[in-house]
């Protein structure tokens, strides 16, 4: 299984969007509060350059927003 | 063949499919998201029989209801409609996953967030720029930011930045803030909000993230401000190319009473219309009519 971490925050729609494909598929993750954790969303913006959320690290690969084709690809899934 | 494809899943959309499946049509539901600009509202406090509901909550309240219906097709992954076109037996609309027949449409694509047109901004966006305060705000806890406009969606995003920023400066181009008066006397009464009116702005400033934005007040000198984060509040452009059909000259798709288009078979509903008020139950309503309006098509046809 890849490393999935999804940094979100608890009002962001995409957020729970892309959380709800994720699981869809059966992928687990870690799922990151930026808006409790200050020292996380710092990590979250060292590793994207982004301040916009979500933002996933899968196996160090970053994407951001929803990107489905981009998520598709890196995890394999396939329609 | 579905009997109507629903485009969009904010207020409008989501009720068209709920009452096009309890008339028992084959719907499919294609969305972007779920919720629309609806769920970007941070609070609703007008929507008939919610006192307080934020703009998430109320979009897991629709999804929930239009779960009620399992027979409604709905692809929950993001699906972007590119083309609709007109066949000899109804419609193919054919989006950046795949293509799909219906005998009718019903068009709730919404409007996404029209971007300034600034220096600096395309380059900054998601680096400082944002156009979801609501998504966003908890990223400046403590940072002075910029929030962009004048209006609801613009007092929004200062309430929900008061949160977690430092201090917010609003620009606006107009003499005065515009919209709910509650609101306005609220953020005009918040010592951490500056509000500068008259402000058109020039650019948005930074290397990797932003560091300053640039305004004129009346055509005067440029002044530049020290912030963190700029949040765009400008209104919205309608998510209308896809569709031929007859437009007004915002690009909003012209509709009648009935939520009936130009294009017979091809139905319209919400901020994607031509409709004067941009309203969550509004938009709500115009998807019911919609729907039966699709629904009494079909069944002449």
């Known amino acids: 299984m890849p490393k999935i971490i999804v940094y979100s925050t608890p009002t962001c729609p995409y957020c729970h969007m892309v959380k709800d494909y994720l699981k869809k598929f059966n992928f687990a993750f870690e799922d990151v509060d930026v808006s409790v954790d200050e020292a996380r969303a710092q990590e979250m913006i060292d590793k994207s350059g982004q301040m916009g959320v979500p933002v996933l ?7 951001v927003g929803f990107n489905r084709a981009e998520i598709d690809k890196t995890l394999g899934i396939k329609k | 063949m579905y009997d109507v494809i629903v485009i969009g899943a904010g207020p409008a959309g989501i009720t068209a499919a709920i ?9 499919l539901v294609l969305s972007k998201n779920i919720g629309g600009q609806a769920a970007l509202s941070s609070d609703v406090e007008n929507y008939t029989g919610y006192q307080f509901v934020t703009g998430a909550e109320l979009a897991q309240k629709f999804h929930s209801h239009l779960d009620e219906f399992p027979q409604v097709e709905h692809h929950e992954a993001p699906e972007e409609a590119e083309k609709l076109k007109k066949t000899r037996k109804g419609f193919i609309l054919e989006t950046d996953a795949d293509r799909y027949e219906a005998r009718a449409v019903i068009i709730c694509s919404g409007a996404n967030p029209r971007p300034l047109g600034v ?12 156009y979801c305060a609501t998504c966003d705000a908890p990223l400046f806890k403590g940072k002075d930011v910029a929030v962009i406009g004048g209006g609801n969606s613009a007092m ?11 201090k917010v400066f609003v620009l606006n181009v107009n003499p005065e803030l515009k919209g709910d008066e509650l609101l306005k006397e609220k953020i005009l009464a918040e010592p951490r909000v500056q509000v500068v009116p008259n402000a058109r702005t020039v650019a948005i400033l930074g290397k990797k993230s932003v560091e300053a934005i640039t305004y004129s007040q009346k055509g005067g000198p440029e002044r530049k401000l020290p912030v963190q984060g700029v949040f765009v509040e400008i209104g919205w452009t309608p998510a209308t190319e896809f569709a031929d059909v007859e437009k007004n000259k ?3 798709i012209k509709v009648n009473l009935a939520c009936e288009t130009s294009a017979e078979g091809v139905f ?7 409709v004067p008020e941009k309203q969550i139950i509004v938009a709500a309503g115009m998807g019911a009519v919609a729907a039966l309006s699709a629904i009494k098509y079909l069944s002449r046809k």
Request: charged share 35%.
């Open chain 1, 57 to 63: 690290d899968i196996d160090g690969k970053i994407i």
């Open chain 2, 19 to 27: 009452y096009c499946a309890r008339a028992r049509l084959k719907t």
């Open chain 2, 119 to 130: 220096a600096g901004e395309k380059k900054l966006r998601n680096k400082g720029v944002s």
């Open chain 2, 156 to 166: 929004d995003a200062v309430m929900r930045l008061l949160k977690y920023a430092g």
């Open chain 2, 250 to 252: 915002w690009n909003e």
């Open chain 2, 268 to 274: 319209a509903a919400g901020d994607c219309t031509d």
